[in-house]
């Protein structure tokens, strides 16, 4: 059998496990065998790990209009460094991607840019001004995978309930950025003994737990109503963006426990950093919502691991670094994380915490993509080769400088990782690949 590309004594594994050591032949965009084969390109994978490609749920690549923050090039050529093979763009740019002409605009020239693939989310109300609903058919046709107003809070419960009764009979998943405005006001920061300390305006555990309680409710109602008997089905209607605390874990898992068609994310820096770090006075940990405390990190953990929470979305947030460079106060929210995602979560909390290999690959994988209504990759014959290639045990230093993001800066900068990865395929396509490997 002749392939393209012949990747040998590679270590395989996915969602369901892990599968031993195999040779991959690709081909023709598919894993066309496990035992080996004739290629153009052979690489010696002996060391590392093959596993499906990466799928991010939740990243601000800014364009169109914020390019001076991050552009498709730069945001899709980071994604595939970090292992990404697909990536869920957010709507809150400028222009806000709200119209069907913006969001064939983004998929066209996003093909043309070859990185990892791109997936818009569009916006649920135009303009995001929580008033008048998007066009969801159009939207959808043109390519939209999601509908949120993700930077600004859904602060009409009516204008949500119409939003997802009009999103569902598209068949497109809405979400939320859970955080209640009037508790949150102008908190920079998670309220408690950290921010009382510093004297800094804080944001309550219960802005988020209160939306969220809002916001089950608000699908109770919705699939109560005529003709959406099909939202009881099991797929997800309402998507909670960024979880953070403990509290609205419980919420969610209460509301899963009653059948309703929620998931929900979480993102690496709400996994590996507390509000602790804010004692520095570094706005480099200024994200929206913040960093929580030890007691909703192990929380959150517990959740990735029975499923309570579906995927690990990065909310990639890149800024200039000017804007980081001011004070708390004025500084913007947000991180880049793109890049070390992956090796963040497999250094802390698989090598750290002994956290189940297949279940985190999982969470990057099938979950996600599950959500979004995807069919899993599998390490199978006949499968779509859309796949990283990551190196379990060669440690090295984040290093923003070196990153393929415009955003380079970090919170973790100098940490110690392993698990980098080290090729990302696409369809069997090389969209990333280190320099022993070019």
Not at 130 to 153: C, F, Q, W
Not at 168 to 189: I, K, N, T
Request: aromatic share 6%; charged share 25%; net charge negative.
């Amino acid at each position: 059998m002749k392939g393209e590309i012949l990747i040998k004594n590679a270590k395989l594994a996915d969602g369901r496990g892990e599968h031993g050591s195999a040779d991959v032949l690709i081909g023709e965009g598919r894993i066309l065998s496990l035992t080996g084969g004739d290629a153009s390109t052979v690489l010696d994978a002996t060391g590392k790990v093959l596993s499906p490609g990466f799928f991010d749920p939740h990243a601000h690549l800014r364009e169109p209009g914020q390019e001076v923050k991050e552009d498709l090039q730069s945001g899709l050529t980071a994604a595939a460094k970090g292992g990404y093979t697909d990536v869920v763009s957010m709507p809150n740019t400028s222009p806000v991607v709200d119209s069907a002409e913006i969001v064939r605009a983004l998929k066209e020239k996003a093909a043309q840019i070859g990185r990892a693939r791109l997936h818009p989310a569009a916006a649920l109300t135009q303009g995001q001004e929580g008033k008048i609903l998007s066009e969801a058919r159009l939207l959808r046709e043109a390519g939209a995978v999601m509908l949120t107003d993700d930077g600004r809070t859904n602060e009409d419960a009516g204008v949500l309930a119409q939003g997802l009764q009009y999103a569902a009979s598209w068949g497109l998943l809405v979400s939320v950025h859970a955080e209640d405005a009037g508790l949150r006001r102008g908190g920079v920061m998670h309220e408690g003994k950290v921010s009382f300390r510093l004297g800094l305006p804080g944001n309550p555990a219960y802005a988020e737990s209160a939306r969220i309680a809002r916001d089950l409710e608000v699908v109770r109602y919705v699939i109560q109503g005529p003709g959406m008997e099909a939202l009881r089905s099991g797929k997800s209607l309402l998507h909670i963006q960024h979880l953070s605390t403990r509290r609205g874990l419980e919420l969610i898992r209460q509301g899963k426990q009653d059948g309703l068609p929620i998931s929900t994310e979480v993102g690496p820096h709400h996994l590996t950093l507390t509000d602790e770090h804010l004692e520095s006075l570094n706005p480099i940990y200024k994200v929206a919502p913040p960093l929580r405390t030890r007691t909703d990190i192990e929380a959150l953990v517990e959740g990735l691991l029975d499923g309570s929470i579906d995927c690990v979305g990065t909310d990639h947030a890149p800024h200039t670094q000017d804007e980081k460079e001011l004070d708390l106060l004025r500084a913007p929210f947000g991180i880049p994380n793109l890049e070390v995602a992956w090796p963040l979560l497999y250094t802390e909390l698989v090598l750290k915490r002994g956290f189940p290999l297949p279940i985190l690959i999982e969470r990057f994988t099938d979950g996600p993509r599950r959500v979004l209504g995807f069919s899993p990759i599998h390490l199978t014959e006949g499968a779509e080769a859309s796949l990283v290639l990551w190196q379990p045990n060669n440690q090295r230093p984040v290093e923003p400088s070196a990153f393929a993001s415009k955003a380079k800066y970090s919170p973790w900068e100098g940490w110690m990782l392993q698990g980098w990865p080290v090729l990302t395929l696409v369809e069997g396509r090389r969209v990333f690949a280190s320099e022993p490997l070019l």
